[in-house]
């Protein structure tokens, strides 16, 4: 980005991969300052949700799922009512922590066995969230409210922002 450019984003729109770097770049940037001594991994995903969902447009509902045994718990989000429990395997954040796997998924109802905790959800990516020893404590779950709203650049910097900010 040239010095000074400026992008205008709209809540409810997928902005251009240009506007995502931007936004993400500049939500890391708030994350270092917010997290740089945080030991704890709930205050570590409150504020990464918080910072997130306030700044991409095109995130509806934004959270960590957490490892509890055998199921993934709910645990800080932003946006509507949640699904609480999702059993090891089971619609895409049981899937990607299954296959410690990024999944980006279109359009969600064309994916095998997706939970519809929300009826408005159209798009969805799933990002496994590691301790310092690459051991999966979360998913990080963000749906979209439109269609093809999450391509390789959230892919990528969600990615990133997980290797940056692990959950101990």
């Known amino acids: 980005m040239a010095h000074g450019e400026h992008f205008q984003v709209t809540k409810g729109t997928i902005p251009s991969d240009a506007e995502k770097k931007h936004l993400y770049e500049a939500a890391e940037l708030a994350l270092s300052g917010l997290l740089a001594d945080e030991t704890d991994p709930i205050v570590i995903m409150t504020t990464i949700v918080a910072a997130l969902h306030q700044t991409m447009p095109h995130y509806f509902w934004t959270g960590f799922y957490r490892v509890v045994g055998d199921e993934l718990v709910v645990g800080p989000y932003q946006g509507t ?7 090891k395997g089971r619609g895409v954040c049981g899937t990607a922590w299954t296959e410690n796997n990024i999944i980006r998924v279109d359009d969600v109802h064309s994916f095998p066995g997706h939970i519809a905790c929300d009826a408005r959800s159209a798009s ?8 310092r020893t690459g051991h999966v404590l979360a998913v990080f779950d963000v749906d979209s ?14 990615s990133a922002l997980a290797a940056n900010f692990p959950l101990g």
């Open 81 to 87: 009512p949640a699904c609480l429990r999702i059993a």
């Open 124 to 131: 969805e990516i799933v990002v496994p969230w590691h301790d």
């Open 145 to 158: 409210s439109l269609l093809s709203a999450f391509t390789e650049v959230d892919e990528s910097l969600l």
